[in-house]
């Protein structure tokens, strides 16, 4: 099999190739710098180096899917992100965790992330182009939205009022 290359006029496989680097660049980071992170974060960065292992194994494939086909890997993509950004919902709990965050605001995280993605998903791969994308991208888009509330405004932002400075400051 030839060796497929990188046209200049590639953005989809350059930015995949870029991507790859940082991710594997990160998840190396992480990994080792687990016995120099403190106990009780350990799981965090941990799910952390995961997180961005999947992604640039995922992101590796899709670069060669997209210079054997010429095409976005949309499939592909919302596989990765239904891996990882529940993930990220896991990370971001074990993080809030120490100031008090309860199982409750996961499993909302968790829902809110995976409805987004399906109905992003329908969105994109089932109905491009046509006006019924648009609906579900704003379905998406509005699950979207409640986490940023829940960050910005809601469960997050009221633990971040009453947690001790020492949780701000991670120590």
Known sequence: MEHLQIANDNYVAFTFFIG??????????????????????????????????????????????????GQSPTFFRYVDWLLTVPLMCVEFYLITKKAGAKQ?????????????????????????????????????????????????AGDVAKLAKSSSPAVATCS
């Open 20 to 69: 790859t680097m940082a991710m594997m660049a990160a998840s190396v980071f992480f990994f080792f710098e687990l016995s120099t992170t403190p106990t009780k974060w350990r799981t965090s960065v941990l799910v952390s180096g995961i997180i961005t292992f999947i992604a640039a194994v995922h992101y590796y494939y899709m670069r060669g899917y997209n210079l054997e086909t």
């Open 104 to 152: 409750g605001l996961l499993w909302k995280l968790i829902a809110a992330s995976v409805f987004m993605l399906v109905t992003g998903y329908i969105g994109e791969a089932i109905y491009p182009g046509e006006l019924q994308s648009w609906v579900w991208g704003a379905i998406s888009g509005a699950a979207y939205f409640y986490i940023v509330y829940l960050i910005w």
